[in-house]
């Protein structure tokens, strides 16, 4: 069985977090969120594994706020979604093609940082990103691990 895509939901403003699935595993926030925007969103997507934020949000948040966060479980990376058009398709999309290369370089032994150099030349995803993802499950299909909103 091959890796699988990650779908990664594409949130634009903060009208849109009480529309999201409750099974959204990997959120991606186009805006600077507040902290009631982040417990909204918490509460909207119990399951949530991953937030992505742009730099300047990312850069932006408190201590407490990063705390909260990593206490219920969900991995915060800083990047953004380049070269995703929200109006055509609400999600992000990491293609398997890079699940792979990313682990085919850890099986062949690179350093983070060479899979990092290789990886964002194939594609453009940001190193938080692609650390999270060398580190994650997404390396390892199996039915019984959970995954991000796979396609």
Request: proline residues 5%; charged residues 25%; glycine residues 6%.
């Amino acid at each position: 069985m091959g890796l699988g895509s990650v779908r990664i939901r594409v949130v634009t403003n903060r009208d849109e977090i009480s529309s999201l699935r409750a099974d959204e595993k990997a959120v991606h926030l186009a805006f600077r969120p507040s902290a009631k925007d982040l417990f909204s969103l918490v509460k909207a997507c119990p399951g949530i594994e991953l937030l992505q934020l742009p730099a300047s949000s990312y850069d932006g948040l408190s201590k407490f706020i990063r705390m909260y966060l990593a206490s219920s479980g969900i991995h915060l990376v800083k990047g953004d979604v380049s070269g995703h058009w929200h109006d055509l398709n609400n999600y992000f999309v990491i293609p398997a093609y890079v699940l792979e290369k990313i682990k085919e370089l850890k099986v062949q032994g690179k350093t983070e940082e060479e899979i990092i150099g290789e990886v964002m030349n194939l594609r453009k995803i940001s190193p938080d990103m692609i650390l999270h993802l060398l580190h994650s499950s997404f390396l390892t299909p199996s039915s019984e691990q959970p995954r991000m909103n796979k396609v």
